[in-house]
């Protein structure tokens, strides 16, 4: 086995483990909610080649890790932004506090589009 072909094996590995499915789940639908996930993904991989007196050898691994950190909630039947709850999980990292903030700063968002819009 070459080196090239170990590393594309882990590619191949990583993009089968790491999916945008994974960073915002499927929706769950519960009654007139659509429930989703906000995950964050961390990987690494590593590989390497060696030559001694009796052949060669080359070796690899790759390995991800996925933390949910926010779960958001659709209300259906609540129009605009005033349907959309974001509530983060566990202690307010970098990630969860920059989905916080964009949560907070939606509805602002929307009504800017919107007024655009009109113009």
């Known amino acids: 086995m070459t080196e090239r072909s170990v590393f594309d094996g882990i590619l191949e590995h990583l993009r089968t483990m790491v999916s945008s499915d994974i960073l915002v789940s499927n929706p769950i639908i519960s009654g007139e909610r ?9 990987f690494g991989f ?6 001694a ?8 691994g790759a390995g991800a890790g996925v933390t949910p950190v926010a779960v958001m ?4 039947n609540i129009p605009g932004p005033e349907g959309i709850q974001i509530f983060t999980l566990g202690k307010k990292g970098e990630i969860s ?5 964009a949560a907070e700063s939606l509805p602002s ?10 113009e």
Do not use: L
């Open 34 to 42: 659509s429930i989703f996930t906000i995950s964050s993904v961390g």
């Open 46 to 51: 590593a590989g390497g080649e060696g030559k």
């Open 53 to 60: 007196e009796d052949g060669t050898g080359s070796g690899g």
């Open 73 to 76: 909630v659709i209300h259906q």
């Open 97 to 101: 506090q920059a989905i916080a903030t």
């Open 109 to 118: 968002v929307i009504e800017a589009i919107r007024g655009s819009k009109k």
